[in-house]
């Protein structure tokens, strides 16, 4: 079993829709939690970066940390045609860039 | 200011060959990490480098190996090249390697072996 478990999709969605992505992990010590962004042939790009449970938001994206039943979520609101690339979550035992991937769900918007 | 540079971008190699891939971080960072990317496994951490030192290794056999120069530029070689060594090889650079968000990736080195 993969520390992070993620649902590859793809996901297929309507112009401003909500858009829901989620992960799962094995490892209780996980403290740091983050959500990337991989357009086509680019590297990972950081959207939401946080250390604690709850909400944070950004603009129209919403990261969400549950320690408790290790879920980590990013909510997309009015998603958009833009917002198509493959959404990656990650985390980190410790203050280190050793991080720890999920296989990343693949989102299109379509207009 | 100048992102993440890896160089080349793309390469072809066969079996038993061994490559060597560069990546140049953003000024003034000083903590370089490498990726593996491929669609079955995501992507999974090789090893980081911070003041020419590594500093953290992931679970990758002794022929993937790595250094880091006084300039911070990094290079990683690949030795003894089998077929499931085909990627994307992603270099990432922050200022000091604390995992405090600001974590930049380049474009890749997409590497096939034949």
């Known amino acids: 079993q993969k520390e992070v478990e993620q649902d590859p999709g793809p996901l297929s969605v309507p112009e401003g829709a909500i858009v829901s992505l989620n992960c799962t992990y094995s490892?209780?010590?996980?403290?740091?939690f983050m959500w990337y962004r991989q357009y086509s042939r680019k590297g990972p790009e950081l959207l939401m970066y946080t250390y604690s449970s709850g909400n944070k938001e950004d603009g129209r994206f919403t990261a969400q940390v549950d320690k408790s039943s290790k879920y980590i979520s990013l909510f997309i609101r009015d998603s958009q045609p833009s917002d198509s690339a493959t959404y990656l979550c990650?985390?980190?035992?410790?203050?280190?860039?050793?991080?720890?991937f999920g296989t990343g769900t693949r989102l299109q918007v379509f207009p | 200011k100048a992102g993440v540079t890896q160089t080349p971008r793309y390469l072809i190699k066969t079996r038993g060959q061994q490559v060597t891939l560069s990546c140049s971080p953003i000024?003034?960072?000083?903590?370089v990490s490498w990726y593996q990317q491929t669609p079955g496994q995501g992507l999974q951490f090789l090893f980081e480098y911070f003041s020419e030192t590594q500093r953290n290794k992931g679970n990758f056999p002794g022929r993937f190996s790595g250094r880091q120069f006084s300039n911070s530029r990094s290079e990683m070689n690949v030795s003894t090249l089998e077929l499931g060594d085909s990627a994307l090889y992603l270099c990432?650079?922050?200022?000091?390697?604390?995992?405090?968000?600001?974590?930049?990736f380049g474009e890749g080195s997409r590497l096939t072996v034949l």
């Open positions: 990650a985390m980190s035992l410790y203050n280190t860039d050793k991080l720890i």
């Open positions: 990432a650079s922050s200022l000091v390697g604390l995992n405090t968000g600001e974590l930049f």
């Open positions: 000024s003034g960072h000083r903590s």
């Open positions: 490892n209780s010590a996980f403290q740091y």
